[in-house]
């Protein structure tokens, strides 16, 4: 009875152990959460298994259409702008290369100059111009009797004067229009230049400083290429380096064109004036001052009204930048300007050089002349320009020895002056006369009295002349 009753009982229990097991495993497969490790899992086993064959078919039938497609063959349009990109994209990398080697060049000899010796040398410009130069010749064919034949100074109206000698008014005219910012900068006004470049009209002035300036006069070079512009501002950084201002200053005022073949304010004031550069008082200076931009349009003898309209702006700009009062604004503005040329001139109050005026008067000879022209045009073949050939010259304390034979000389002279053997005096002639070596030993450029220097000889001769300096 006893195991009867445990056979029922065991056979209810697994009864509602397999039915319970159902009922969770159901359960389970609904809320799709994993299965306890305890139940079987041979059905879902066979069906991942089942499930696993038909993803190795996809993937074989993916990997089929890779392998038997066909590979798309580039247009020719496709492969033209191929190769231009190449092409260009080599190019760009050349200029890059290019760019960067001459950035390094250019900086390496803007660097040499600026901080190199001095370009210029200021002090050798202001004494040749007080330099007399020589021109010699000999008596006899062995070259034992040296003699003097001229002396050669001041063609140009030019005379050098110290800065302590000039009015302080005259400067400060000169700063206020041509660079007001003069002793603020060191060669160069970056914030002008920047300015002269976004506004075609700058307050009147140029781009270029007075340190600027003075390169232009020192070397009369104007042509406007970017070469040039480059080496002057690398010149007058250098400049100001070497030189201290007042020094700038005072060489720009005396190699400054102020129109009527005036180099410097000392012959400009005397010039226009009648005057001593020291006795000019605010008002001239201002008009001294304006005539700078454009000599000819400014110049008080010839457009009075014109330098009048420029000679108030800068007056103006002086008291602006406090070089002048508002009083002497106003006196200088109510001041009567006399010149050389107004009908209430009294004359010049110059004090003239005797000597000086003397030697100015004087009158070469056409072979002078001729050797003048020929040492100028040999300087220039030399690395000069036409400018400083010239002042050379006329201030450079050159020694000239050159071939003339006096007794020639004084025999062509004689009849072309005094018109020997000539028919009348209407009739013209030149000569010229030369050794076998082809050296002049003579010239005359026209019949009759000479009467002045370097003028336009009717002899158009171009034998070789060569002067030994």
Not at 222 to 235: A, G, Q, Y
């Amino acid at each position: 009875m006893a195991s009867k009753d445990y056979e029922d009982l065991l056979e209810s229990f697994m009864n509602n152990s397999q039915q319970v097991y159902n009922e969770d495993r159901d359960n389970q497969k609904k809320k799709g959460d994993s299965l306890p490790s305890s139940y079987s899992v041979n059905d879902n086993s066979k069906k991942k298994k089942s499930k696993a064959k038909p993803k190795k078919e996809k993937k074989e039938q993916k990997s089929e259409p890779k392998k038997s497609a066909p590979k798309k063959e580039k247009t020719p349009a496709a492969n033209f702008f191929g190769k231009v990109g190449k092409v260009l994209l080599a190019l760009i990398m050349i200029l890059g290369v290019v760019t960067v080697v001459c950035a390094s060049v250019i900086g390496i000899y803007g660097y040499s100059v600026v901080h190199g010796d001095a370009v210029f040398d200021l002090d050798k410009e202001k004494f040749s111009q007080n330099q007399t130069s020589f021109l010699y010749g000999y008596k006899d064919a062995k070259k034992k009797n040296m003699v003097e034949i001229a002396r050669l100074h001041g063609e140009e109206n030019r005379v050098w004067i110290n800065l302590e000698d000039i009015n302080e008014k005259l400067p400060q005219a000169f700063i206020s229009v041509e660079d007001e910012r003069f002793e603020k900068h060191h060669g160069v006004d970056w914030k002008r230049v920047g300015g002269v470049i976004l506004v075609s009209r700058n307050s009147g002035q140029g781009g270029s400083t007075i340190t600027q300036q003075l390169i232009k006069n020192l070397t009369d070079a104007n042509d406007v290429t970017f070469v040039r512009k480059f080496n002057e501002i690398l010149s007058a950084l250098n400049i100001e380096k070497h030189y201290k201002k007042k020094e700038i200053i005072e060489a720009y005022l005396n190699t400054i064109y102020l129109s009527h073949g005036c180099y410097g304010v000392k012959t400009a004031a005397e010039t226009y004036f009648g005057k001593d550069v020291e006795d000019l008082n605010i008002a001239e200076c201002a008009c001294l001052a304006g005539i700078t931009q454009y000599p000819s349009k400014y110049d008080p003898l010839v457009h009075p009204d014109n330098n009048r309209d420029r000679q108030l702006w800068i007056l103006k700009k002086m008291k602006e930048l406090g070089y002048i009062t508002n009083r002497e604004y106003n006196e200088a503005v109510d001041y009567e300007m006399v010149f050389t040329n107004s009908k209430n001139y009294k004359g010049s109050q110059v004090k003239e050089d005797k000597k000086v005026t003397k030697d100015k008067e004087k009158v070469y000879s056409y072979y002078t002349d001729y050797v003048i022209e020929e040492v100028i045009t040999d300087l220039q073949k030399m690395g000069y320009s036409a400018k400083k050939a010239k002042n050379m010259i006329y201030g450079g304390g050159l020694k000239i020895y050159c071939a003339v034979d006096f007794d020639v000389q004084s025999a062509i002279e004689d009849v072309y002056v005094n018109y020997r053997r000539m028919p009348d005096e209407t009739v013209q002639g030149a000569c010229v006369v030369m050794n076998y070596k082809g050296r002049i030993l003579g010239i005359v450029g026209g019949c009759g009295k000479k009467k002045a220097n370097r003028v336009l000889n009717r002899d158009q001769t171009s034998f070789g002349l060569q002067p030994c300096i």
